[in-house]
T-cell receptor, first 116, second 113 residues
Framework: AQSVTQLGSHVSVSEGALVLLRCNYS??????LFWYVQYPNQGLQLLLK??????LVKGINGFEAEFKKSETSFHLTKPSAHMSDAAEYFC??????????????FGKGTKLSVKP | SQTIHQWPATLVQPVGSPLSLECTVE??????LYWYRQAAGRGLQLLFY??????ISSEVPQNLSASRPQDRQFILSSKKLLLSDSGFYLC????????????FGPGTRLTVT
């Protein structure tokens, strides 16, 4: 069965510093992986997705993630944090082989704080 | 382009009262539809999903139910709310086949008093 582990429930960075949010997955089949962002009292917004094409995936708002099969990781990065990046971030993996039902398994989330 | 709507945005209900939350999707056909709940500090919990009209799968047995009366309409209901039903309810949609991700509505904040 697929699963996702997000290391660190809270991450704090200074404005302008590198953002690194960690996600490790477990999957018995080639996974499809996703990162979402949630601002307070809002729904989740898709940041980026890995669907077995390029291993380095670029998303919105300057974020990117690299799929590393050998490390079973899909960490999210951004070179320079902005105050507006403060939010909760969720990593997710497709729960079905081939993802035919579209169901996702979500990690528990990482809250990112950005200090001025 | 596709849009997803949820209403109401916020709701305060007494224990034992009924519940009806509605979700509609525009701009696509035959979507998969999902209901999630976020309770404080507990991440996302999948409650129900549907791959077609009248086809509902329950992930967590509880006093909630879901229905899909039309292709792009998904309703979450309860006959009698419990305090533990408080939370942030999210509806989402996706397309079948290759996973492209799920797309979420703005959510409903439910407080049971």
């Amino acid at each position: 069965a697929q699963s996702v582990t997000q290391l660190g429930s809270h991450v704090s960075v200074s404005e302008g510093a590198l953002v690194l949010l960690r996600c490790n997955y477990s999957s018995s089949v080639p996974p499809y992986l996703f990162w979402y962002v949630q601002y307070p009292n809002q729904g989740l917004q898709l940041l980026l997705k890995y669907t077995s094409a390029a291993t380095l995936v670029k998303g919105i708002n300057g974020f990117e993630a690299e799929f590393k099969k050998s490390e079973t990781s899909f960490h999210l990065t951004k070179p320079s944090a902005h105050m507006s990046d403060a939010a909760e971030y969720f990593c997710a993996v497709s729960s079905s082989p081939g993802g035919s039902q579209g169901n996702l398994i979500f990690g528990k989330g990482t809250k990112l704080s950005v200090k001025p | 382009s596709q849009t997803i709507h949820q209403w109401p945005a916020t709701l305060v209900q007494p224990v034992g009262s009924p519940l009806s939350l509605e979700c509609t999707v525009e701009g696509t056909s035959n979507p998969n539809l999902y209901w999630y709940r976020q309770a404080a500090g507990r991440g996302l919990q999948l409650l129900f999903y549907s791959v077609g009209i009248g086809q509902i799968s329950s992930e967590v047995p509880q006093n909630l139910s879901a229905s899909r009366p039309q292709d792009r309409q998904f309703i979450l209901s309860s006959k009698k709310l419990l305090l533990s039903d408080s939370g942030f309810y999210l509806c989402a949609w996706s397309l079948g086949g290759m996973p492209r991700g799920q797309y979420f509505g703005p959510g409903t904040r439910l407080t049971v008093t």
